[in-house]
Structures are given as structure tokens and as C-alpha cells.
């Protein structure tokens, strides 16, 4: 099988505190891989380490085959390859949702405009917002600002989507709609990491699933392994 | 109101004397106005353009991936960028101007009064705006670069498509503010004798010992183009942050 991201004994401290320790994962093409896990025990870096926004402290990741850690490497063209989704959304304030989603396009793959702006009204029709193209992004809902910041993510055409957290800055009603649109990238055959909470949601949707507890992946394997009957009683006490 | 001579002067009230001096100088009074307002707008106009790009310079941080070299010239570079910044505006404008205008002059650089005038008023917003940009750029979320560099956009890229926009819309305001400071700053470029309006008033003092009138009818200019731009600006700033309303017309209600 097609290997997407391989991650092979990272570690990354913050000065004298270590986050992540030891951390060895695989994810092959159409996987979904949920990282679970009480809040600041290192998930979040863990996914910003994969697209470099953190810089390890040790370790090898993987992306494609090509070692990302090498100092010859373009992160920047690597960047292109790993779209990330972000719990605050952060999306760009000043432009409407349009182009949102054709600047990196534009800047970054140098796409014609009129390609870039199908391309971006193709993503924003998958995750329902083709009606609001012209939209400032202050005039959105919460759900509608994640939705837009997928789209603006998957126009890239990247190999495989980061979510970090993209429903905990969400109010309870707009949960769903956000992560229906992950469900259908699933189905779609999306290769995607999240860090979530959202367990029915991991449970449902992941073929794999990592419980990482401070900085150690605790226990990793399929829903059914995870939810089901194992000897790991740090994962049972978070899970419960 | 027939011409007196000079003579009887002392025996005109202020009024007629300042009818007298708008007669007599009212052309030297526009031309000084015309300087001063170009060298608040290419002060201001020049200093920003600068102004973004030390501040540039002055945020350059090194990262782990760079080199020894490439580290050692970021750290001097943001030194040497503060170091402008500190001393442009740690020094009265006056004294820039004279040490610049006859420094250049020793050296040979063969400029007017006017172009120097407008070389130091130019060089001087930058200082100030490097800050002002600065502090605008730091009120940017960093989530917002984040997300840039996340879809591969470089570090430039990132700063012109994305943080500096929105860093300048955010000031707007104190940028309008120091192009109004430089409509009334400007007058001390007349110490090397750079013909604005300040100048003006001089001329026309000097030559007809009208002062108070000379000097009323200037502070009257620079009293309206202030208060004029600074109602200009309240608008820009009040039509930028106004809600933005899209009409689709599926969406318009009868």
C-alpha cells in the first residue's frame, strides 16, 4: 500500500519540555487517521510537525517518500503537498471567500486566474458554499468559515488533509455540517489526519485511531481496537 | 482699497494689512502651500513605501535553518534597521535637515533646497512609519501566517498577499495622522530655506514687518488643511470599517 506519511521516532521539545516522544506512525493513501487524546498532550504538534509549522527536534517523517527533514528540501512545495484545517479557522480576513481559496493557487502554483477560480468554485460547491463566493468572511458562521477553509485547503489538490481540532471552536449546532463534509472526503477516498474530540465522530469515520498521552502514542489501532477490549487502562479512563 | 505706501503702515489696522499682504504676497502664500503639500504627500507617500520595507528588515528573525552567515547578517541587518529607526526619530527633523543638506552639499551631491527638503522629510516618515507598520504587522493573528505558509505561500509572499494588507488597513488611521503631522512638521525645512509656506510668511514678514498678520494667515492654512484632512480621513476610516453588504440578486427581498 501507497505510503502517505511515515513518521519514524519523532520527538520535539519545547526547550527542556518534551511534547512528543519516540512517535512512529504510518498512513497510507484513503486512510483515516484520528488522533485522539486529553488537551496538551502534544496532538496538535504532532500534526505541525507533518507540514513543518513545528520543527522536530528529532525523528524522520516521510511525506511521499521524501524525507522532510532533509535540509535540502522545499517546504514550501511541501507545504503544498499537506493542507491543514485549523480550530480557529484562519482564514484570510481580508479577502472574500472566492479568493480565499484561488490565492495560493494564484501565488503558489501560478494557476491561470480562470482556471484557479473554477477550480475554487469546484471545492466550494463540495462543501456547500457555492452560493456565498462573494461573501467578506466576517459576514459567515463559524461553520461556515471551517467549511470555507476545507475548500481553501483542498484547492491546492494536496495528497493529504491535517485537520487540527476543526470543530472545537464551533458552536454545538454547526458541529454536524463541518464534519459531514470530512465524512464525505472520506468516502471520496481523502487521505486525512485530525486531531479531535469528537469520538462517535473517530469511531465512525477513522481506520486507524492514535491515543497519544503526554507526548507517547499510548495506543494505536482500528476503532473497533480502540472502543473494544484491551488492556491499555489510561486509554479506557480517557474514553469512558 | 487704493495701495499705500509702505511708509503708512503703521497707521493700517489689522484687517488692512492682512488685505495688503494677500495682495502683495498672495501668490508667494499659494506657492508655499503647493510645497508643503508635496512634501507632506511624498513625505508620507515615500516614508510608507520605505517605511514597510525597514520594517522588514527590522523583523528579520533567524531561524533554525539557516546558516551561520545567513544568521550573523539577519542580526546585523535588524541592528542597523533600529539603529536608523532610533535616530530618525530621536532628532529633531531641523537639525536632520541641516547636517543632511550641507553634509550632501560637502560631498558633493548637487541638490536644491526643495529636493533636499524633500529627501529629509522622506527619510524621516520612514522611521516612523517602519513602526507604525510594525506595530500593525504584530497585530496580525498569527494564525493568519500560519495559514498562508500552510498552503506553501513564502515568507514574502505571505507578508505582501496577506499580513500587510490587512496590517495597513489597520492603520489607517495613525498613517493618516502622520501625513497630517506632516503638513505642519514641514515648516522646519525652512532653515534650508525650502520655499513652503512657513517660508512664505517669513518672506512677507520680513519685507513689510507685518508679523502677526503674516504668521495669522498661515496658521489659518494650516488650521484648515488640517482640520479638512482629518474630516477626510473620519470618512475613509468610517467607510472602510463598515459592514460589508453583498446583494446576490437571488437573495434581494421585496
Not at chain 1, 482564514?91 to 472566492?98: A, D, K, P, R, W
Amino acid at each position: 500500500m501507497e505510503q502517505v506519511i511515515k513518521i519514524e521516532n519523532l520527538s520535539k521539545f519545547f526547550g527542556e519540555v518534551c511534547v512528543l516522544r519516540d512517535i512512529n506512525l504510518t498512513v497510507n493513501k484513503g486512510e483515516v487517521v484520528c488522533i485522539i487524546g486529553s488537551s496538551g498532550g502534544g496532538k496538535s504538534t504532532l500534526l505541525r510537525c507533518i507540514n513543518l509549522l513545528e520543527t522536530p527536534t528529532s525523528g524522520v517523517i516521510y511525506i511521499d517518500g521524501s524525507n522532510i527533514m532533509d535540509k535540502n528540501v522545499n517546504v514550501d512545495q511541501l507545504r503544498t503537498k499537506t493542507g491543514m484545517v485549523f480550530q480557529q479557522f484562519n482564514l484570510f480576513n481580508h479577502l472574500n471567500v472566492l479568493d480565499n481559496c484561488t490565492l495560493a493557487q494564484l501565488k503558489v502554483l501560478k494557476t491561470e486566474k480562470k482556471l484557479a477560480t473554477a477550480v475554487a468554485a469546484a471545492n466550494l460547491t463540495k462543501v456547500g458554499m457555492a452560493d456565498k463566493l462573494g461573501y467578506k468572511i466576517n459576514q459567515l458562521s463559524g461553520g461556515q468559515k471551517q467549511r470555507v477553509a476545507i475548500a481553501r485547503a483542498l484547492c491546492m489538490n494536496p495528497d493529504v488533509l491535517l485537520f487540527d481540532e476543526p470543530t472545537s471552536a464551533l458552536d454545538p449546532e454547526m458541529v454536524d455540517e463541518v464534519l459531514n463534509v470530512i465524512k464525505k472526503l472520506a468516502e471520496e477516498g481523502m487521505t486525512m489526519v485530525i486531531v479531535t474530540h469528537e469520538m462517535s465522530f473517530a469511531k465512525n469515520v477513522a481506520t486507524k485511531i492514535v491515543f497519544i498521552d503526554n507526548g507517547v502514542a499510548e495506543f494505536t489501532g482500528s476503532p473497533s481496537e480502540v472502543f473494544g477490549d484491551h488492556g491499555n487502562a489510561r486509554l479506557k479512563e480517557f474514553i469512558k | 482699497m487704493p495701495d499705500r505706501p509702505l511708509s503708512n503702515m503703521v497707521l493700517m489696522s489689522s484687517i488692512e494689512k492682512i488685505v495688503y499682504l494677500f495682495q502683495h504676497y498672495g501668490l508667494l502664500f499659494l506657492q508655499g502651500l503647493g510645497v508643503t503639500l508635496l512634501l507632506a504627500v511624498v513625505g508620507t507617500g515615500v516614508g510608507l513605501i520605505l517605511g514597510l520595507l525597514l520594517s522588514l528588515v527590522r523583523n528579520l528573525k533567524a531561524t533554525p535553518k539557516d546558516g551561520k552567515l545567513k544568521r550573523i547578517g539577519k542580526k546585523v541587518a535588524s541592528f542597523l534597521a533600529m539603529c536608523y529607526i532610533e535616530l530618525f526619530r530621536g532628532t529633531p527633523m531641523m537639525v536632520q535637515a541641516l547636517i543632511i543638506y550641507f553634509g550632501g552639499k560637502m560631498i558633493g551631491i548637487p541638490w536644491t533646497y526643495l529636493s533636499c527638503g524633500l529627501f529629509v522629510i522622506s527619510i524621516n516618515t520612514t522611521a516612523y512609519m517602519a513602526e507604525i507598520v510594525r506595530s500593525g504587522v504584530n497585530s496580525i493573528d498569527v494564525g493568519q501566517l500560519e495559514a498562508a505558509r500552510s498552503l506553501g505561500m513564502t515568507q514574502t509572499q505571505t507578508m505582501f498577499h496577506v499580513v500587510f494588507p490587512q496590517a495597513l488597513k489597520n492603520s489607517i488611521p495613525t498613517i493618516g495622522n502622520e501625513f497630517i503631522i506632516n503638513i505642519k512638521d514641514s515648516s522646519v525645512l525652512n532653515v534650508i530655506t525650502v520655499s513652503e509656506l512657513f517660508m512664505a510668511a517669513k518672506i512677507a514678514s520680513s519685507a513689510t514687518y507685518m508679523f502677526i498678520e503674516a504668521y495669522l494667515i498661515i496658521a489659518l492654512i494650516y488650521l484648515t488643511l488640517t482640520i479638512v484632512f482629518s474630516q477626510i480621513l473620519k470618512r475613509v476610516e468610517k467607510h472602510l470599517n463598515a459592514p460589508f453588504v453583498v446583494k446576490l440578486s437571488h437573495e434581494r427581498t421585496a
